[in-house]
Nanobody, 124 residues
Framework: QVRLVESGGGLVEAGRSLRLSCAASGRTSTTYVMGWFRQAPGKERELVVAISRFGSQTYYARSVRGRFTISRDSGKNTMYLQMNSLTSEDTAVYYC?????????????????WGQGTQVTVSS
């Protein structure tokens, strides 16, 4: 089993930055891909960013390209999401997720492990 714990969410003004962290524990040797999904009220959960185990592959949703940066410290089993130039459209609950495959998937059901979620609210 793998446990994921997010931190770093909160309330921020539009145009400002926020950094999320996701710490993995347990059987982390199998967490090849990690990513951040988000879900806004009334919307489906969507993949925002994802990264392969050693960072050789990344995925960015079109809406966040150029503003968000994903990184991963495999030694610390921690993934980070740097979010810059935030807008109200980024307001959502952000979930850390991991899957035991080497390829990035945008489908939430293909991720076996999930964090509890952290709220990000951007005020305009």
């Amino acid at each position: 089993q793998v446990r994921l714990v997010e931190s770093g969410g909160g309330l921020v003004e539009a145009g400002r930055s926020l950094r999320l962290s996701c710490a993995a524990s347990g059987r982390t040797s199998t967490t090849y891909v990690m990513g951040w999904f988000r879900q806004a009220p009334g919307k489906e959960r969507e993949l925002v960013v994802a990264i392969s185990r050693f960072g050789s592959q990344t995925y960015y949703a079109r809406s966040v390209r150029g503003r968000f940066t994903i990184s991963r410290d495999s030694g610390k089993n921690t993934m980070y999401l740097q979010m810059n130039s935030l807008t109200s459209e980024d307001t959502a609950v952000y979930y850390c997720a991991a899957r035991e495959e080497s390829t990035i998937s945008t489908r939430s059901y293909e991720y076996e492990y999930w964090g509890q979620g952290t709220q990000v609210t951007v005020s305009s």
